[in-house]
Antibody, heavy 118, light 108 residues
Framework: EVQLLESGGDLVQPGGTLRLSCAAS????????MNWVRQAPGKGLEWVSY????????FYADSVKGRFTISRDNAKNSLYLQMDSLRAEDTAVYYC???????????WGPGTLVAVSS | EMVMTQSPATLSVSPGERATLSCRAS??????LAWYQHKPGQAPRLLMY???TRATGTPARFSGSGSGTEFTLTISSLQSEDFAVYFC??????????FGQGTKVEVK
């Protein structure tokens, strides 16, 4: 059974940093493209970042480009999101999500809450 | 940016009734559209992909249709576990995957 579990969410001040982690199990992690998706309070879902299985391809949403960095450790079956220069508008539940055979999200974690406030 | 617009925002339905949810794309996405079910505090769940293909474990009472810019998710007979928020997502535009704002299906 595929399982994804995020951690690292917290309350942080504007301008601060945070690192999210996603522990994956139940599938061959290195073979699959992974993403971070977020949902701000009262808003819809927003794709944040993508990384290919090997790590050779990376994409970011314009809203986080230059501030967030995605990475993965295939030996540890883990995905990460380094979040720098955090803003109030980054407040959201952040989900780790796996791509299926095509770029739809076939498995998700339960999410971790990031709150940016002074 | 490819904008996905869902309607209605909230749908009030009685158990056993039929629910019809709409999703419109600002440009054609062919059939590269997925639907998700999301319950509070839980991980979103993939229901449909390719506009009309049920994901593993999706009950047959869920059906999807459409192509181009207009899509529909139909729940033929609502069960108690179906009350949730439903999102559509296009995966036509790479690498800018976008979601609709969601339709909340609530008990009437």
């Amino acid at each position: 059974e595929v399982q994804l579990l995020e951690s690292g969410g917290d309350l942080v001040q504007p301008g601060g940093t945070l690192r999210l982690s996603c522990a994956a199990s139940g599938f061959t992690f290195s073979r699959y493209e992974m993403n971070w998706v977020r949902q701000a309070p009262g808003k819809g879902l927003e794709w944040v970042s993508y990384m290919s299985g090997s790590g050779s391809a990376i994409f970011y949403a314009d809203s986080v480009k230059g501030r967030f960095t995605i990475s993965r450790d295939n030996a540890k079956n883990s995905l990460y999101l380094q979040m720098d220069s955090l803003r109030a508008e980054d407040t959201a539940v952040y989900y780790c999500a796996k791509f299926g055979d095509l770029p739809y999200f076939d498995h998700w974690g339960p999410g971790t809450l990031v709150a940016v406030s002074s | 940016e490819m904008v996905m617009t869902q309607s209605p925002a909230t749908l009030s339905v009685s158990p056993g009734e039929r629910a019809t949810l709409s999703c419109r794309a600002s440009q054609s996405v062919s059939t590269k559209l997925a639907w998700y079910q999301h319950k509070p505090g839980q991980a979103p769940r993939l229901l449909m992909y390719g506009a009309s293909t049920r994901a593993t474990g999706t009950p047959a009472r869920f059906s999807g249709s459409g192509s181009g810019t207009e899509f529909t998710l139909t729940i033929s007979s609502l069960q108690s576990e179906d009350f949730a928020v439903y999102f559509c997502q296009q995966y036509y535009r790479w690498p800018s995957w976008t979601f609709g704002q969601g339709t909340k299906v609530e008990v009437k």
